[in-house]
């Protein structure tokens, strides 16, 4: 009973959330609009926060898995790393679609005066740690293209990065996680123009520009995307 109410809090403030934004998140005013107690809710939810990083924890988690349920899927398949590439971000593409409100919470502007957890961060490591596989795997495989040339001096990776994909390449790929970075953060950013309207203006066919968009940042790490002809 007790996971039923959190439940229904939670449904209840992602559809506060899309409608009012964050400042419109509320334990009491959930707590009137649910028919319940304000200790009922802060029971669960003690302060705006507390909704905020819940909501935020279930989006990564959601996206994470939809992503990852695409590589299985591809894997199962016999995909090759640059097919699988582009599985799992049409996968993201679709989950932020279908759900525009948790994907600018995670990927959109910070909320003013919110700091979020640690433990947000285990949720948030599951995007990049499926392309972290796929590049990995591509690697492994002989499926990379090495880079016409080297800019970094020194590595700039931190040790925990190095952990999520299991070592430092050796040369001539001793900059791919920082490449892989790149290619992380630019999924996102045209993730961002595509679903929120940022490229309809100019775009003939969103998702094929997607797709392509997929294929261009990928050569950042030196992987072949194949596209549909």
């Given at each position: 009973?007790?996971?039923?109410?959190?439940?229904?809090?939670?449904?209840?403030?992602?559809?506060?959330?899309?409608s009012?934004g964050?400042p419109?998140?509320?334990?009491?005013a959930?707590a009137d609009?649910?028919?319940?107690?304000?200790?009922?809710?802060?029971e669960?939810?003690?302060?705006?926060?507390?909704?905020?990083t819940?909501?935020?924890?279930?989006?990564?988690?959601a996206?994470?898995?939809?992503?990852?349920?695409?590589?299985?899927?591809?894997g199962?398949?016999?995909?090759?790393?640059g097919?699988?590439?582009?599985a799992v971000a049409r996968a993201l593409r679709?989950?932020?679609?279908?759900?525009?409100?948790?994907?600018?919470l995670?990927?959109?502007?910070?909320v003013?005066g919110?700091?979020?957890?640690?433990?947000?961060?285990?949720?948030?490591?599951?995007?990049p740690?499926?392309l972290?596989?796929?590049?990995?795997?591509a690697l492994?495989?002989g499926?990379?293209?090495?880079?016409?040339?080297?800019?970094?001096?020194a590595?700039?990776?931190?040790d925990?990065a190095?952990a999520?994909?299991?070592?430092?390449?050796?040369?001539?790929?001793?900059e791919?996680?920082?490449r892989?970075i790149?290619?992380w953060?630019g999924?996102i950013?045209?993730?961002?123009f595509?679903?929120?309207?940022?490229?309809h203006?100019?775009?003939?066919?969103q998702?094929a520009?997607?797709?392509?968009g997929?294929?261009v940042?990928a050569?950042?790490v030196?992987?072949d995307v194949?596209?549909?002809?």
């Amino acid at each position: 009973m007790s996971d039923d109410i959190r439940q229904c809090i939670l449904r209840r403030a992602r559809g506060r959330l899309a409608s009012d934004g964050a400042p419109g998140l509320s334990p009491d005013a959930l707590a009137d609009e649910l028919s319940l107690t304000a200790s009922e809710v802060r029971e669960h939810f003690r302060t705006r926060d507390d909704l905020l990083t819940a909501l935020i924890v279930d989006a990564y988690n959601a996206s994470g898995a939809a992503m990852e349920e695409a590589d299985t899927a591809a894997g199962k398949a016999g995909l090759e790393p640059g097919a699988r590439l582009l599985a799992v971000a049409r996968a993201l593409r679709g989950w932020a679609a279908a759900n525009l409100t948790e994907f600018s919470l995670i990927y959109g502007s910070p909320v003013p005066g919110y700091d979020a957890p640690p433990e947000t961060v285990p949720p948030a490591s599951r995007t990049p740690a499926v392309l972290a596989r796929i590049v990995h795997d591509a690697l492994v495989a002989g499926a990379l293209r090495p880079p016409s040339r080297t800019l970094l001096a020194a590595p700039l990776i931190r040790d925990e990065a190095v952990a999520v994909f299991g070592q430092l390449p050796p040369a001539p790929y001793s900059e791919l996680l920082e490449r892989g970075i790149v290619l992380w953060s630019g999924l996102i950013g045209l993730l961002s123009f595509n679903v929120l309207s940022r490229t309809h203006d100019s775009v003939r066919d969103q998702a094929a520009f997607f797709d392509f968009g997929v294929a261009v940042a990928a050569e950042a790490v030196g992987l072949d995307v194949p596209l549909p002809g």
